[in-house]
């Protein structure tokens, strides 16, 4: 198997027939045709596990570059908007205004109206951010972030105004050390005010025997030998989440390397979570990774990836977020796997969490809105992967989306400057520059601006 590098051969990409879908949804206000499932003609299957005699190897190698989270090998046998836009630019003026309005101002509001309802028919007036930088970023980070910096940059993603930021994942620490202090994280967010603040929640809770017990908090007795653990969900809402998210894959391989799992079983883990969720009335969003590809699976087939996301809709899930976790999509093969989602989930249920790998995060993104989602997951300065580190890549930037977005005139009610001073902090943290083209432009320009 290659690196992330080169995840999938050009032979194991997803067909490239559908331009003509595209053309399609560019040029009509898109909706599926509701033709249920019927994704057969649309899609070639996706290639089976690997056959290579190095298999395993492989997919240690594959695991390690692809998901750094996983610090330890997995036994696999076991188991009108236009006429806005100058609001959302208007927060940006005093610092970046210039290069905004030479940049994204060039036509007066009605011309812009004018060609994006020839050319972008579709698009929503206001797309909403959730950041998952926190989560989804530092969870990947090779040194862990101290506590108090990531609480700093929750809040500073919060105070430029993102109405949803991801805060932390109740997960293994095992399996994932950079967010073993979720509850501390929580404990010091969770009265936050200004946006939600979800968690990852792999399952309910663990039970444990009293010996492997003895030095942790957070357990109650339920009988002499067999204590309670509170971790997943019920550490969370002990912490003081009030959401939660959950995660399938629509990779069986993925599945199991990242929770252990095989899809079935998982949807039988997430479908507890969402009942004592429903009992609380805790919301639970819903993740499906893999959507367009797997190194080890090759391509997906929208089929799979709609029957998991409309599992997560039946469950109770209020949102659906598509995860092209290693970001090998192209509008060619994002629009068909949506395609097939939408036939079986509400298009107003589904956000896109798309990596930004091979560069392709904004035209997915762009054909994402004009098929009518309006939910768009990024990470502040594109956390998620290391730049030094081969072919790794996070998010795509939120910096970027919301500059695309401003141009577009559809409102985020992002503040773009406090947005970058939220990157500035985490990458000077960090020790290293912007994964955002965005971030990286604007603060070259603001800084020749201040030798003049
Ligand atoms: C999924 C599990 C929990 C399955 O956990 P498991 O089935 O119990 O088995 P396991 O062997 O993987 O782990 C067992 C250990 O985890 C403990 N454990 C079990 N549950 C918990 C918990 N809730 N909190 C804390 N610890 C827990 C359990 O007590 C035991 O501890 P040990 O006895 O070895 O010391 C585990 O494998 C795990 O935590 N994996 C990490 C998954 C993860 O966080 N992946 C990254 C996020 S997914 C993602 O990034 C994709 C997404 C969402 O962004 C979308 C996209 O990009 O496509």
Redesign the pocket.
């Known amino acids: 198997m290659s690196s992330l590098e080169e995840p999938l051969g050009l032979d194991k990409l997803p067909s490239m027939s559908t331009i003509d879908r595209i053309q399609r949804f560019s040029s009509n206000a898109c909706r599926p045709s509701g033709d249920g499932m019927g994704m057969g003609s649309c899609w070639i299957e996706g290639s089976s596990c690997s056959t290579s005699n190095s298999y395993d190897e492989d997919y240690d190698e594959y695991t390690r570059e692809a998901?750094p989270?996983?610090r330890h090998t997995?036994d696999m046998s076991h188991g009108d908007s236009f006429s806005r836009r100058t609001v959302s630019l208007g927060r940006n003026h005093k610092m970046f205004g210039s290069a905004c309005d030479i940049y994204n101002s060039n036509c007066n509001d009605k011309d812009i109206r004018d060609i994006t309802n020839k050319f972008l028919k579709g698009i929503p007036r206001f797309v909403k951010i959730v950041e998952?930088g926190p989560?989804?970023g530092l969870?990947?980070e090779k040194n862990t972030v101290p506590t108090g910096v990531k609480v700093e940059l929750i809040r500073r993603l919060v105070s430029s105004g993102l109405p949803v930021v991801e805060a932390t994942?109740?997960?293994?620490?095992?399996?994932?050390p950079q967010?073993a202090d979720?509850r501390d994280v929580m404990e010091a967010v969770r009265d936050l005010e200004g946006a939600r603040l979800p968690v990852?929640?792999?399952?309910l809770?663990?039970i444990?025997q009293r010996s492997?017990l003895f030095q942790q908090c957070h357990a109650s007795v339920i009988s002499s030998n067999l204590w309670v653990?509170l971790?997943?969900?019920e550490?969370a809402i002990a912490a003081g989440a009030k959401e939660v998210?959950i995660?399938a894959?629509a990779s069986e391989a993925?599945s199991k390397s990242?929770?252990?799992?095989s899809i079935e079983d998982?949807l039988v883990?997430y479908r507890a979570v969402a009942h004592a969720a429903k009992v609380l009335s805790i919301p639970v969003r819903g993740?499906?990774?893999?959507?367009v590809g797997c190194p080890v699976e090759g391509a997906i087939p929208p089929s799979k990836v709609a029957y998991v996301a409309k599992e997560l809709h039946d469950m109770g899930c209020f949102e659906i977020?598509?995860?092209?976790?290693?970001g090998v999509g192209t509008p060619g093969t994002v629009v068909p796997m949506l395609e097939a989602v939408m036939a079986v989930v509400p298009v107003e249920k589904l956000a896109v969490?798309l990596?930004d790998t091979y560069g392709q995060s904004l035209p997915n993104i762009l054909i994402s809105l004009q098929m009518g989602i309006s939910t768009v997951?990024c990470s502040v300065a594109g956390l998620g992967g290391c730049p030094y580190a081969k072919g790794a890549s996070g998010?795509v930037a939120t910096e970027d989306v919301v500059y695309m977005l401003s141009g577009l005139g559809v409102e985020t009610n992002v503040d773009l400057r406090k947005l970058m001073l939220a990157g500035d902090f985490i990458n000077k943290h960090l020790g290293r520059p912007s994964g955002s083209k965005t971030a990286i432009a604007l603060n070259r320009i603001a800084a020749d601006a201040s030798k003049i």
């Open positions: 998901f989270w996983r997995r998952v989560r989804d969870q990947n994942s109740f997960v293994s620490p095992k399996w994932v967010l979720a990852l929640t792999p399952n809770k663990v444990l492997i653990y971790q997943g969900f550490a998210a995660f894959s993925f990242n929770i252990n799992c998982s883990r993740y499906v990774s893999c959507v977020s598509l995860g092209d976790t290693i969490h990596h997951d998010n």
